[in-house]
């Protein structure tokens, strides 16, 4: 029996059963001629709901497209709307999938709505189409879905068979619960009240802050304690004025000052500061010089006398009495806006319009998005800042009018490069939640959670995550994780249950928890507020085994400082310290740390050598700064993987972030190929040094590891065979995707009959929201 007569008789079966009240959970045995194979089982489609997840609307009869054309690989099933995604239900397996990490919240067919950019329905019929918003009607039975993501994905549906009824139905509740009105009506809140917290007060499943060393949440002063000591910062303190979030709303209630600088004083100048943000302390060098970021002052009368009143407070907290180096960022980096625009022109190339890297012109539309040209910018502007602190040993002031956006990118940058500890896992994810999400950037209007105000919306931190993924790309021993670590982190945003990017600050997250208990009747017991996970315990979403993919074969360690009971202890990693010489060699200076002068021009890439050559004798010849000697000086020295990292920036040394951009599109998928292909190979050799090392253990008497239970807890995600003498081959599924697929989650519609003969003639989908409705193609 064909696929879709098949299930169509099982959906009118589930159609009786429910009309009939029943809640047997039978399967049905299908009627079949007397030449076929005698009645198959086939089990109910449903969606498989969270704690607090509920179903709102769904279409029987769908067909998920999965090339750009309809074909026999195409999926049929049910479309389901709930609180939390939009989930396709079917019994097909995708054609040459043979791997996917299992998402423990969401399913193989899933979209959480938080990552739907924009919900186009179309009618082929009457050729009309429409991006649909909140509360909006519907005039047209539509033929066709098309999801833009903000993963940059394309989900493309068919409703040739579906109800036309049930149809609008699901598309108008995707639209709507796909724009919540208020932060309240975001599903983490349902989620985290139904899983966290019982009708007693009692908190349940709760997540165990203890057991080895964790992330530290920064929302304790114990945690800045440690920090401080960790970074010898001696003359800094930890600030508790702003408990209850009496000074400053955008704050954390704990943050780290001078010592010469009292309570009384900064509650004074804290009405002086834009939005009452004192300046707050991020990391200390080792020479003494402090790292600082803050707000504009917003009294000009009182500008000159409390910056003198700060930067004196900041010199006394320097051994050498050194000065204070001031950077203003809005100055010297792109706006917010700028950024934004450059991802939508970014998104625009990489999926929407057709892809082929090795032309010209794809090349051209890249670079002229300005997305690369902004990911240097930032970096640039790191490394002018290491260079005051690594070089001139002063302190340096990070300047943003709100210290909210830019300030949180260049100070984490600078903590990478200088301090091995935020390269590695542990250390990385306490950065972001210090300079990000205690500081109090603003991630539910930057990834426009609410889908309010476009203006608001900017992908700072993604771009954060591309400076970091460039970084990584150059020094990939010097991390402890993994690319795929930093792609996971970036898909997370669009997971709407952690405390870690759903909030502007942490006072907003109180004080709606705060509410919505209220509301919802739900006894908080010693709980302030309901207690959201953050995004750090990734058991919430991956298994053990999944988790195993963030651990990088490469990584050289170091031995680690931590903080117990106010004393300093070591912790050694196993691998020992190696010096690597490095075969890059300094960047020449008229070219000024990766940029071009202003009156310098590239006809094109492969010109870059020549230019190189011919002008390399009268490049030494020119005067250096002072900043490009250090630079220079640096590059000209063996690379100490645990010390000072500089980045290349030269347009040739940076690269696009292929597995977050392009992991989407058939075309750029090199099937058993890629850098995983490296990583595969680096996997199991280590797991074979640490099978072969606890051997050696076990021989010579010591505490060890079984090897059948070195299987079972080995860190590598690809593990060496117990089989002497036998090399793992590459599985068939690798492929540079890895571990995504493009299969079912790009689906371009064919150019007649949609939304996408417009947007490929000039239409620009990802820069506005407005309605095409009633149009003809």
């Given at each position: 029996?064909?696929?879709?007569?098949?299930?169509?008789?099982?959906?009118?079966?589930?159609?009786?059963?429910?009309?009939?009240?029943?809640?047997?959970?039978?399967?049905?045995?299908?009627?079949?001629?007397?030449?076929?194979?005698?009645?198959?089982?086939?089990?109910?489609?449903?969606?498989?709901?969270?704690?607090?997840?509920?179903?709102?609307?769904?279409?029987?009869?769908?067909?998920?497209?999965?090339?750009?054309?309809?074909?026999?690989?195409?999926?049929?099933?049910?479309?389901?709307?709930?609180?939390?995604?939009?989930?396709?239900?079917?019994?097909?397996?995708?054609?040459?999938?043979?791997?996917?990490?299992?998402?423990?919240?969401?399913?193989?067919?899933?979209?959480?709505?938080?990552?739907?950019?924009?919900?186009?329905?179309?009618?082929?019929?009457?050729?009309?189409?429409?991006?649909?918003?909140?509360?909006?009607k519907l005039k047209f039975n539509p033929t066709e879905l098309i999801l833009y993501c903000k993963d940059f994905r394309?989900?493309?549906?068919?409703?040739?068979?579906?109800?036309?009824?049930?149809?609008?139905?699901?598309?108008?509740?995707?639209?709507?619960?796909?724009?919540?009105?208020?932060?309240?009506?975001?599903?983490?809140?349902?989620?985290?009240?139904?899983?966290?917290?019982?009708?007693?007060?009692?908190?349940?499943?709760?997540?165990?802050?203890?057991?080895?060393?964790?992330?530290?949440?920064?929302?304790?002063?114990?945690?800045?304690?440690?920090?401080?000591?960790?970074?010898?910062?001696?003359?800094?303190?930890?600030?508790?004025?702003?408990?209850?979030?009496?000074?400053?709303?955008?704050?954390?209630?704990?943050?780290?000052?001078?010592?010469?600088?009292?309570?009384?004083?900064?509650?004074?100048?804290?009405?002086?500061?834009?939005?009452?943000?004192?300046?707050?302390?991020?990391?200390?060098?080792?020479?003494?010089?402090?790292?600082?970021?803050?707000?504009?002052?917003?009294?000009?009368?009182?500008?000159?006398?409390?910056?003198?009143?700060?930067?004196?407070?900041?010199?006394?907290?320097?051994?050498?009495?050194?000065?204070?180096?001031?950077?203003?960022?809005?100055?010297?980096?792109?706006?917010?806006?700028?950024?934004?625009?450059?991802?939508?022109?970014?998104?625009?190339?990489?999926?929407?319009?057709?892809?082929?890297?090795?032309?010209?012109?794809?090349?051209?539309?890249?670079?002229?998005?300005?997305?690369?040209?902004?990911?240097?910018?930032?970096?640039?502007?790191?490394?002018?800042?290491?260079?005051?602190?690594?070089?001139?040993?002063?302190?340096?002031?990070?300047?943003?009018?709100?210290?909210?956006?830019?300030?949180?990118?260049?100070?984490?940058?600078?903590?990478?490069?200088?301090?091995?500890?935020?390269?590695?896992?542990?250390?990385?994810?306490?950065?972001?939640?210090?300079?990000?999400?205690?500081?109090?950037?603003?991630?539910?209007?930057?990834?426009?959670?609410?889908?309010?105000?476009?203006?608001?919306?900017?992908?700072?931190?993604?771009?954060?995550?591309?400076?970091?993924?460039?970084l990584w790309n150059q020094y990939p021993a010097a991390f402890e994780f993994t690319e795929v670590y930093l792609t996971?982190?970036?898909?997370?945003?669009?997971?709407?249950?952690?405390?870690?990017?759903?909030?502007?600050?942490?006072?907003?997250?109180?004080?709606?928890?705060?509410?919505?208990?209220?509301?919802?009747?739900?006894?908080?017991?010693?709980?302030?507020?309901?207690?959201?996970?953050?995004?750090?315990?990734?058991?919430?979403?991956?298994?053990?085994?999944?988790?195993?993919?963030?651990?990088?074969?490469?990584?050289?360690?170091?031995?680690?400082?931590?903080?117990?009971?106010?004393?300093?202890?070591?912790?050694?990693?196993?691998?020992?310290?190696?010096?690597?010489?490095?075969?890059?060699?300094?960047?020449?200076?008229?070219?000024?740390?990766?940029?071009?002068?202003?009156?310098?021009?590239?006809?094109?890439?492969?010109?870059?050598?020549?230019?190189?050559?011919?002008?390399?004798?009268?490049?030494?010849?020119q005067q250096e700064t002072p900043s490009e000697r250090f630079i220079r000086d640096w590059f000209s020295r063996p690379?100490?993987?645990?010390?000072?990292?500089?980045?290349?920036?030269?347009?040739?040394?940076?690269?696009?972030?292929?597995?977050?951009?392009?992991?989407?599109?058939?075309?750029?998928?090199?099937?058993?190929?890629?850098?995983?292909?490296?990583?595969?190979?680096?996997?199991?050799?280590?797991?074979?040094?640490?099978?072969?090392?606890?051997?050696?253990?076990?021989?010579?008497?010591?505490?060890?590891?079984?090897?059948?239970?070195?299987?079972?807890?080995?860190?590598?995600?690809?593990?060496?065979?117990?089989?002497?003498?036998?090399?793992?081959?590459?599985?068939?599924?690798?492929?540079?995707?890895?571990?995504?697929?493009?299969?079912?989650?790009?689906?371009?519609?064919?150019?007649?009959?949609?939304?996408?003969?417009?947007?490929?003639?000039?239409?620009?989908?990802?820069?506005?929201?407005?309605?095409?409705?009633?149009?003809?193609?």
């Amino acid at each position: 029996m064909h696929t879709y007569q098949r299930l169509k008789t099982t959906f009118e079966f589930m159609e009786i059963m429910h009309l009939n009240a029943s809640s047997t959970e039978e399967t049905l045995a299908l009627k079949t001629d007397s030449n076929k194979s005698p009645q198959l089982p086939i089990k109910k489609l449903e969606a498989k709901l969270l704690p607090g997840e509920i179903v709102v609307n769904e279409a029987n009869f769908v067909k998920k497209c999965i090339s750009t054309e309809s074909c026999q690989d195409d999926l049929w099933g049910k479309l389901v709307c709930t609180n939390f995604k939009v989930s396709f239900i079917t019994h097909n397996s995708l054609p040459r999938q043979k791997f996917q990490c299992t998402h423990r919240l969401l399913g193989e067919h899933d979209i959480p709505l938080a990552c739907v950019e924009q919900v186009v329905t179309v009618n082929e019929v009457k050729g009309k189409q429409k991006i649909l918003g909140s509360n909006q009607k519907l005039k047209f039975n539509p033929t066709e879905l098309i999801l833009y993501c903000k993963d940059f994905r394309i989900i493309r549906f068919r409703f040739d068979e579906a109800g036309p009824e049930s149809v609008k139905k699901v598309c108008l509740a995707i639209a709507h619960y796909s724009h919540p009105a208020d932060p309240q009506l975001l599903f983490g809140f349902e989620y985290v009240g139904k899983r966290y917290h019982g009708s007693t007060g009692e908190t349940v499943n709760g997540v165990d802050p203890g057991g080895g060393l964790q992330t530290p949440l920064f929302d304790c002063s114990s945690d800045w304690d440690r920090e401080i000591k960790r970074t010898g910062a001696s003359e800094w303190r930890v600030c508790t004025i702003n408990q209850g979030y009496f000074i400053s709303p955008s704050l954390p209630e704990f943050f780290v000052v001078p010592v010469s600088l009292a309570d009384q004083d900064l509650k004074q100048y804290a009405c002086c500061f834009y939005s009452q943000r004192i300046p707050l302390w991020c990391w200390n060098h080792s020479s003494g010089s402090a790292l600082v970021r803050m707000s504009n002052i917003s009294d000009p009368l009182q500008q000159r006398k409390v910056e003198q009143r700060i930067s004196s407070a900041i010199i006394k907290s320097h051994p050498l009495r050194s000065d204070v180096f001031k950077s203003d960022l809005d100055k010297n980096l792109p706006n917010i806006q700028d950024i934004q625009a450059a991802l939508l022109k970014l998104r625009q190339i990489c999926v929407i319009e057709p892809f082929e890297e090795s032309e010209e012109k794809w090349l051209s539309s890249l670079e002229s998005s300005r997305w690369m040209e902004y990911v240097r910018t930032f970096l640039r502007h790191a490394v002018d800042v290491v260079y005051m602190l690594e070089s001139r040993h002063v302190s340096v002031i990070l300047l943003e009018k709100e210290d909210r956006d830019l300030s949180c990118v260049i100070s984490c940058l600078v903590q990478l490069m200088c301090d091995p500890h935020c390269r590695s896992l542990h250390g990385f994810q306490g950065l972001i939640q210090k300079e990000w999400v205690m500081a109090g950037h603003r991630f539910l209007d930057r990834c426009n959670h609410l889908k309010k105000s476009d203006k608001e919306e900017s992908p700072l931190f993604l771009l954060f995550l591309d400076c970091v993924w460039q970084l990584w790309n150059q020094y990939p021993a010097a991390f402890e994780f993994t690319e795929v670590y930093l792609t996971v982190l970036g898909d997370s945003m669009w997971v709407p249950v952690f405390s870690t990017f759903l909030f502007n600050c942490p006072r907003q997250r109180a004080e709606h928890s705060r509410d919505f208990a209220s509301s919802k009747s739900i006894h908080l017991g010693q709980d302030q507020a309901l207690r959201f996970p953050p995004v750090w315990d990734w058991s919430q979403q991956f298994s053990l085994k999944d988790q195993t993919l963030f651990n990088n074969p490469l990584y050289v360690g170091k031995i680690a400082t931590c903080v117990q009971n106010g004393t300093v202890k070591t912790f050694t990693h196993r691998r020992s310290k190696k010096n690597y010489s490095s075969t890059l060699r300094g960047v020449p200076s008229a070219l000024r740390n990766g940029s071009l002068g202003p009156n310098d021009t590239l006809s094109r890439r492969n010109s870059l050598i020549l230019r190189l050559r011919s002008d390399l004798s009268q490049v030494r010849e020119q005067q250096e700064t002072p900043s490009e000697r250090f630079i220079r000086d640096w590059f000209s020295r063996p690379i100490d993987l645990q010390g000072l990292l500089l980045p290349q920036l030269l347009p040739s040394h940076l690269s696009v972030w292929k597995l977050y951009f392009l992991r989407w599109v058939p075309e750029a998928q090199i099937p058993q190929g890629g850098p995983i292909t490296a990583f595969h190979k680096l996997s199991v050799l280590t797991d074979e040094i640490e099978m072969l090392q606890n051997q050696l253990r076990q021989y010579k008497g010591a505490g060890c590891t079984p090897n059948n239970q070195h299987m079972e807890h080995s860190k590598m995600y690809f593990k060496v065979t117990l089989t002497p003498h036998q090399s793992p081959a590459p599985p068939e599924y690798l492929s540079s995707s890895f571990p995504f697929s493009p299969v079912g989650n790009l689906c371009r519609p064919g150019i007649t009959g949609t939304p996408l003969s417009k947007f490929l003639s000039g239409a620009k989908i990802w820069l506005s929201t407005e309605t095409l409705a009633n149009e003809t193609i």
